[in-house]
């Protein structure tokens, strides 16, 4: 579709709308049910209070955002159907009309700003609201339209509300916790919510009144299962209708298997190493320099330099990747294409540490979850020998992945790395630089003054190609810092049963009201 002139402020900006016609799913009623086996549990069902996208997979069919993206990752109107930037830092929405939470309440200007209120109340400390810093007022214009105002000019607002800022029922939510809002999912979605069995199975089922038309598909069930041999083995056994991150070993077999089929498509996820180059508190405030081997620049380099994401490619992955600079895809804005990854080379790591004053190595632990990304596990053992051999004696520890966030890196206590998975649809820099390195936000452990005025900067800046400068700026301070050691953008793979119609996408979200069985019996 056409973008908004986001980076061309002038006259004609005023009177620019957006609107998209939206075609809605026959309206025939729903039938049958799809079991989706994904490799963890969401860590909650309040839409505001993640990151991750096991929870977004199951929350944006019971949750709508303002915008969306299609199948070729255009933004279209969700609900909002038409949208307009009225000066540099007002953006107005025109809501559609008729549309019912799935508890009876009906959307509107009201229940936007309810949203993102409270996606933004400091007391509530919502893990979204870093990337809505800008947001400065949400104000009610009239029934169905309703103005976001930004104390400077926001160039991915849009990027941001096609993923972020799922509308909630008010009446529903006004005045409960968090755990309400963790447990009691309502939104305006294709899917109702119907049970929640923790570490067993989540139950939607499809909202018939849906504003774009009765989803295809009655039940759908998701299931965490983290090991891929048993993932796989579900699959083959009809216990499962969609697999995710299929081991690229086991490809071969889905492909000879008479009712399956492979899906694929090259990931928006890039696998990586954040080095704790700063400690921060559990309210993400600055504590110091990190404590230990990793707290010397020098040091950080090393375990950069020790490995070899090559050979991981080549043998853990079957050559189900592709070798990344930093932390983004070539698909990103912001990528630079200049930036070479950085070379193994032993010898310099031998000498980067004997300058930090290590010169018969260091011992270091390195995080790591275990089921969440393809073979994430053997990775980070890859890794670790590899970094062992180096002279950087690594011990990897493995974590199920609720207690990995939530008890590990959502608060800072993943010293003095982890491995980790970001997949940015926001297709934008800023939406992996600044939640992960700005400090801060919950996700960031590094602190250095220049870097965040770059992304605070590029965060506020028209100019497209001011903007690609500062980026390609700040990730080339990332690596000097040792701040990240890249790994892979990684090839999803799903293993799915003939009877269900499914595409991957480089987006990695699974929308059900996309999904159709061939038999729905």
Known sequence: MKRLGVFRLGAALACAVIAVVWTAPALAAPEGKVVI???????????????????????????????????????IP?????????????????????????????????AV???????????????????????????????????IVTSKPFPTMENQLALRGAVMAPKHFAGKDKTFADRNPVGTGPYKFVRWAKDDQLVLEANEQWWGGAPKVKTIVYRPIPEHAVRVAALQGGEVDIAVNIPPHLVPIIDKHPKLYISKAPSVRTIFIPIYTSQ???????????DGPTKDKRVRQAIIAAANPDEI???????????????????????????????????RVKKLLTEAGFPNGIDLTLNSPDGRYLKDKEVAEAVGGQLTRAGIRTRVRTFEWTTYLNQMVYIHKATPMYLIGWGNTTWDADGTLTPLYRSGNP???????????????????????????????????????????PLYQQMDLYGVNKRVTFQALSSEQIVSVWLSLKDAK
Do not use: C
Not at 79 to 92: G, N, Q, R, Y
């Open 313 to 347: 490619i080549k043998t853990v992955l079957e050559g189900q990747a592709i070798r990344t600079a930093t932390p983004l895809t070539s698909k990103h804005f912001g990528f630079d294409k200049t930036l070479a990854p950085v070379k193994h080379d032993p010898d």
């Open 78 to 110: 969700w609900l909002a159907e038409s949208w307009k930037m009225v000066t540099p830092t007002t953006w107005e929405f025109k809501l559609r009309k008729g549309v019912k939470f799935h508890n009876g309440e009906e959307l509107d200007a009201d």
């Open 280 to 290: 921060f508190d559990t309210a993400n405030k600055l504590v110091g320099p990190v």
């Open 443 to 485: 996700l960031a452990n590094h602190h250095n003054a220049d870097f965040d005025g770059m992304m605070d900067e590029a965060q506020t800046t028209v100019d497209p190609k001011r903007r690609q400068e500062i980026y390609a700026r700040a990730q080339r301070l990332m690596l000097d810092d040792g701040a990240v050691l």
């Open 37 to 75: 086996a994904q490799g963890v549990d969401p860590t909650t069902l309040d839409p505001q209070w993640h990151e991750e996208t096991p929870a977004y997979n199951v929350l944006l069919n019971i949750y709508d955002t303002l915008l969306f993206r299609d199948k070729d990752l255009r933004i």
């Open 113 to 147: 700003k309810f949203s993102m209120d409270r996606l933004r109340d400091p007391k509530l400390g919502n893990r979204q609201a870093g990337n809505f810093r800008l947001v400065t007022s949400v104000d009610v214009v009239d029934t169905f339209t309703v103005r």
